[in-house]
């Protein structure tokens, strides 16, 4: 019996070779599996416990394949057919799961590349809110408007994503309207010192105030001041409601719309203007 053994291990010690470096392998990928999946569990963005726990055992999952691929080609496996088999249900399950897959692989980039986190005040698209949960298949923002809008991560990653939270300040740009008879260099420079009075409004970069355009009735006057982004919604009007006072304090009018119509008279061609509208 013993012989027999003895003799059976010496005709078989180069399989008993191979399958020890194939056991060695497979030990070693899953112990890579484990050291490689720990930086998940410490991701910058807020996740909820489980969906860290598929992550990381999604990343062990990879690891320990490729180890039994490695494996069993060591031991003479021929994996010629099982890679075709493979690749051909992959292949058709990819096909199924297209949008499901084009979520999970977006929401995986989303979470590796930052560019969202909880709490941010995003704009995605047309719509703007703060930033409730970045998960793995979509981004749940709460909006200004107060409703949760659930976005899936494909969507997320193919639009224009503004994050206000990553700037420091933020520009306000407003059009201010002053009467043909007002002194347009008096109405610069009183707009410029309530802008520079303001506390909200930062003196760096400092605020602009130039001609714009002419309108029906009124010379519009282009105004650009920065504010903190985290108070801008507060910055800005109170930046806005600053210039009003300025100018009624000055006496400049902000003039309402008017229309010139001339009315014709029989065959005199007298005429007569109108009122303001």
């Known amino acids: 019996m013993l012989e027999e053994l003895g003799r059976w291990v010496s005709e078989n010690a180069h399989l008993l070779y191979r399958y020890l470096i194939a056991l060695a392998v497979v030990a070693a990928f899953y112990y890579v599996s484990r050291v490689a999946s720990r930086p998940i569990s410490r991701l910058s963005v807020a996740l909820k416990p489980e969906v860290v726990h598929n992550l990381e055992r999604f990343a062990r999952a990879a690891f320990v394949f490729v180890g039994v691929l490695i494996a ?3 031991i003479g496996i ?27 692989f977006s929401g995986l980039a989303l979470l590796l590349e ?9 704009r995605i698209g047309s719509d703007g809110g703060v930033v409730e ?5 979509s981004t749940t923002v709460r909006l200004w408007s107060g409703e949760v ?40 420079k009183v ?5 520079w009075n303001n506390e909200l409004v930062l003196a760096e970069p400092e605020p602009m105030v130039f001609v714009d355009s002419f309108g029906e009735s009124s010379v519009n006057l282009r105004v650009m001041f920065w504010v903190p982004s ?6 800005r009007s109170s930046g806005l409601s600053s210039i009003k006072r300025a100018l009624d304090s000055a006496g400049i009018e902000i003039p309402l719309p008017q229309r010139v119509v001339w009315l014709r008279e029989g065959s005199s061609g007298g005429a007569g203007l109108a009122d303001q509208k």
């Open 149 to 188: 809008l659930t976005v899936p991560n494909s969507s997320v990653m193919s639009s224009p994503v503004y994050n206000f939270s990553r700037s420091v300040a933020r520009r306000v740009e407003a059009t201010v309207g002053v009467s043909y008879r007002s002194d347009l260099e008096e109405a610069i």
């Open 78 to 104: 021929d994996l010629g057919g099982l890679l075709i088999a493979a690749g051909f249900t992959g292949l058709v399950i990819g096909l199924a799961a297209q949008q499901t897959l084009g979520n999970l």
């Open 133 to 137: 949960s970045v998960g793995l298949m």
């Open 191 to 195: 707009i410029r010192e309530a802008l």
């Open 72 to 74: 069993l080609s060591i």
């Open 114 to 122: 930052g560019r969202l986190k909880v709490g941010d005040s995003v």
């Open 230 to 235: 985290q108070a801008f919604l507060a910055a």
